[in-house]
């Protein structure tokens, strides 16, 4: 059963550090349930909002519709920033969109945060993508997504082979908030939590809040287990088919909601016989949180699917008026460069000639032509980039990213009710 392990701590240190810090002493690990297979109690109120939720999603998600997967790069890039932004970076969602185009093409003056913001975004794109495809996720997989999150940071690859903890100083675990299972029982934990989350034991909310606060109590890195831990909740989610090719910003509501959060992650660390009432009881405390995370996170991503939508719309009308200004037809031909490329405007910001010619396997001269065609008609404006390169800049849709992003840091997800709680871009100037 899930216990509390006396443990003791023998300081070599004698100088150099606070003398609190020089201290030996006693000290307790949290030695977690296993997973797979443990029986588990949801309480019945719980278990029907989860269902209606799951239904909400999965509206979002349907065939033919313009749901989740139409805007996913667009919440991709929004979840990439929230996460870092945890680390306490807040680059702007230009520098981040100019940063994924100097992926791949030469772009100047782009700051070192909004470069791992992007890289932030292509390893969550992959948790949605080589994990979702794979039979079965395994150690070496979560391994995989940790290394590639820290590729300059080699010596913290890897499972854990000294003890960690949460909160006190970084010399001593006396007085911890919190410290994980000692290294030893690190793998086996591991495996059973791959397991878990092979199987389908429960509805795809509750397992990924499950996988989610069984990661975070083994804390199995000595670096990267925050992010690590949020990608797991979209790759849980996307696994079981509740998102398509999206993901929901659960992991901004839950850094919002920070004391809630602790709150709910200690409450799941229980030490009680499993299955038993009490145990069931503090699971369900943890699992509420997180079902309130998914709601609001649910409730904002129906918000800016709306607003995408009034964006399409008004763009629509500028370049109607703008092509009978100059004589052309009020539409551009269906299947054309300009016509798929104000589609792809809420995915892809800001844009290249070059970009967008690969994008949409087109020429140079039509991608050109199409984006010179909606800057004309006021949607898209200019940047030099590299000389003898322009980037077109769809800022409406910037100007969202950032407003979406401020809000879901507003512990009322509304920055005219509370200002935001943590780091966030500044507000487009033209707001302020």
Request: hydrophobic residues 40%.
């Amino acid at each position: 059963m899930a216990t509390w392990e006396d443990a003791h701590w023998e300081s070599n240190l004698d100088s150099g550090v606070p003398r609190s810090a020089q201290r030996s002493g006693s000290f307790r690990t949290y030695i977690p349930d296993r997973m797979d297979g443990a029986r588990l109690a949801i309480n019945g109120d719980l278990s029907r909002r989860i269902a209606t939720i799951e239904r909400g999603i999965r509206a979002l998600n349907k065939p033919g519709a313009e749901g989740l997967a139409g805007i996913a790069r667009f919440l991709l890039r929004s979840e990439a920033i929230a996460s870092s932004q945890i680390e306490g970076i807040a680059p702007s969602a230009q520098q981040v969109a100019l940063a994924e185009l100097g992926q791949t093409e030469t772009v100047r003056g782009i700051s070192e945060q909004a470069m791992l913001v992007a890289n932030n975004l292509t390893i969550v794109r992959e948790a949605t993508g080589e994990l979702v495809e794979t039979d079965s996720v395994t150690i070496d997989h979560i391994v995989g997504l940790q290394r590639t999150l820290l590729l300059d940071q080699p010596r913290h690859h890897g499972l854990r082979t000294v003890q960690n903890w949460i909160g006190t100083s970084n010399w001593s675990p006396i007085g911890a908030a919190f410290v994980p299972p000692t290294p030893d029982r690190v793998p086996e934990l591991m495996a059973d939590l791959t397991e878990y989350l092979n199987g389908s034991a429960h509805s795809p909310l509750i397992q990924a809040a499950l996988v989610h606060a069984q990661f975070e109590t083994i804390h199995p890195f000595t670096d990267g287990n925050g992010r690590v831990g949020r990608a797991l909740i979209h790759t849980v989610l996307a696994r079981r088919g509740l998102t398509d090719r999206a993901v929901l910003p659960i992991s901004m509501v839950l850094a919002t909601l920070r004391d809630r959060y602790v709150a709910g992650l200690t409450a799941y660390r229980h030490s009680s016989p499993p299955g038993s009432d009490e145990a069931s009881a503090m699971i369900n405390r943890w699992l509420e949180d997180f079902v309130d995370a998914a709601a609001i996170a649910l409730e904002q991503s129906e918000t800016i699917m709306v607003q995408i939508e009034h964006l399409r719309d008004d763009w629509g009308t500028r370049l109607q008026g703008f092509r009978e200004s100059v004589g052309l037809r009020a539409t551009p031909r269906a299947g054309s460069a300009t016509a798929r490329l104000l589609g792809l405007l809420p995915e892809a910001p800001v844009l290249t000639s070059t970009t967008l010619a690969r994008i949409l396997e087109c020429s140079f001269p039509a991608a050109s032509a199409a984006l010179d065609e909606l800057r004309r008609a006021g949607i898209l404006t200019t940047r030099s980039v590299q000389r003898g390169t322009t980037a077109y800049l769809a800022r409406e849709v910037l100007d969202l990213i950032t407003l979406s992003e401020r809000a879901l840091a507003s512990t009322k997800f509304d920055t005219r009710a509370s200002a935001p709680n943590r780091g966030v871009p500044a507000l487009p100037e033209h707001r302020h």
